[in-house]
């Protein structure tokens, strides 16, 4: 955003006068607050109706550039190298955290007491989630039907193919390419429209969530909620922080960058209604296309830091308040369970909530019927993951693109102190 441009124009501050606006309303009308909940939902189909379209020409064209399949296959194995890795800090990182505070200690909550119908759907949905399926359905039965589901995987995998196919034909494929690219600017002009709507979606997302929750929700079980919150902004200070310095990046300055899309996400707990923002604005940051085009649609399914931190910090808090004492071996085995079962959170509606009846469907030593007591305060823990998810593969990105020598760190400094704003057209990439 240009310097010159009022700061009531710029979409933070829409978004955050948003926020106070939805807050108030959701409070004073809680009836007519939930009633705007078609507001958020709305925008976040705006976005999906464009995402796969965008992931499909950013990443052919990207390998397409790339020059040799190599490339594409190193960028592969060092991204989801990275992933598991950070998946399995997030993991343990949300393991410690709860084991060390305790919230769920003192509840003394009987299972038997607790409504098995709340979560019946969840756990219905969660006997579906297996790594075989899992595996099986990143194929698609058809490249249009891909398209028509909105599926990223199976959307990025054909995207895969048709690259692989441009980079084999060579130059009689240029003007395809070239078409592609000035197609991906068209649908960059489309959600540059669609953000327009962001404080509206806001505003929905805010005062439905407080109007169908109210406050009472986070004073049940606030310490929980807090301890989780402040896990996550630990994590992305000490973990995120010192991934960021030893890629030669400030991560206090890569927040600044990514703040609309960060408070975007918090708001509407949607990764996807900011992914088209964030692919755009990690290509300015300097990140090449292909790596970016790679890393952000396949980490949206397997670098979900998050999601991760959830998943054992709600599973623990669940045997503590049901007095269900686990020894380490077992809990160190239940995060091993969480490492196969986590890389269908993003495939799924409530992805975070859905993984964890499924792993604890297969765990009998946490009663299933424990996650109501989570139902209550999901809508605000999913704000926080999402977010944290966001800005975890924003910094991924920037982590790969480093290795493979693909992003132009003279380019990534000036956007980030403030004095670049818009891509640099066709940057030379500088090898560093």
């Not at 009308?29 to 992931?55: Q, R």
């Not at 997030?90 to 119908?117: R, S």
């Not at 690259?163 to 540059?192: C, M, N, T, Y």
Request: hydrophobic residues 55%.
């Amino acid at each position: 955003m240009s310097k010159n441009v009022p700061f009531y124009r710029s979409l933070i501050f829409q978004m955050l006068v948003a926020v106070v606006l939805g807050s108030i309303v959701g409070y004073k009308f809680p009836e007519f607050g939930v009633s705007l909940n078609p507001l958020a939902g709305g925008f976040i189909k705006l976005i999906k109706m464009i995402v796969v379209l965008l992931i499909f020409a950013t990443v052919s064209v990207g390998v397409a550039k790339l020059g040799d399949v190599r490339k594409v296959g190193r960028i592969g194995v060092k991204s989801l190298v990275y992933f598991e890795i950070v998946s399995t800090i997030a993991l343990a990182f949300g393991l410690l955290v709860v084991n060390v505070f305790k919230p769920g200690v003192g509840m003394n909550i009987n299972p038997a007491q607790l409504d098995a119908n709340l979560v019946a759907g969840y756990a219905t949905n969660a006997k579906a989630l297996n790594t075989v399926d899992f595996i099986l359905n990143i194929i698609p039965a058809s490249a249009v039907n891909a398209f028509a589901q909105g599926n990223i995987l199976q959307v990025l995998l054909f995207a895969l193919f048709v690259g692989f196919a441009l980079l084999h034909i060579g130059k009689r494929a240029e003007p395809i390419i070239d078409q592609i690219e000035r197609w991906s600017e068209v649908i960059f002009a489309i959600v540059g429209a669609i953000m327009k709507l962001a404080p509206l979606a806001v505003f929905g997302a805010v005062a439905y969530t407080i109007g169908k929750f109210g406050v009472a929700s986070l004073v049940a079980l606030g310490k929980l909620v807090g301890l989780f919150y402040l896990t996550n902004l630990v994590f992305m200070v000490v973990v995120l922080g010192t991934i960021a310095y030893l890629a030669g990046f400030s991560l206090w300055k890569f927040i600044k960058y990514l703040s609309e899309e960060l408070v975007l996400v918090f708001c509407t707990a949607s990764s996807e209604a900011a992914l088209p923002r964030l692919i755009r604005k990690l290509e300015s940051v300097g990140c090449s296309v292909p790596v970016v085009g790679f890393v952000v649609p396949t980490g949206y399914s397997f670098n979900l830091d998050g999601s991760y931190i959830y998943l054992t910090m709600g599973a623990i808090f669940i045997a503590q308040a049901t007095n269900i004492d686990l020894s380490m071996a077992q809990q160190i085995g239940l995060l091993c369970i969480f490492l196969l079962t986590s890389k269908g959170v993003a495939g799924v509606t409530a992805g975070g909530f859905v993984v964890l009846a499924g792993t604890l469907s297969i765990f009998p030593d946490i009663p299933l019927v424990g996650l109501g007591l989570l139902l209550g305060i999901e809508r605000f823990m999913d704000s926080m993951r999402t977010a944290t998810n966001l800005l975890g593969n924003g910094v991924a990105t920037m982590v790969i693109a480093k290795w493979e020598r693909q992003r132009d760190d003279r380019q990534m400094t000036m956007v980030l102190n403030g004095e670049a704003s818009e891509a640099i057209p066709d940057a030379e990439l500088v090898e560093t």
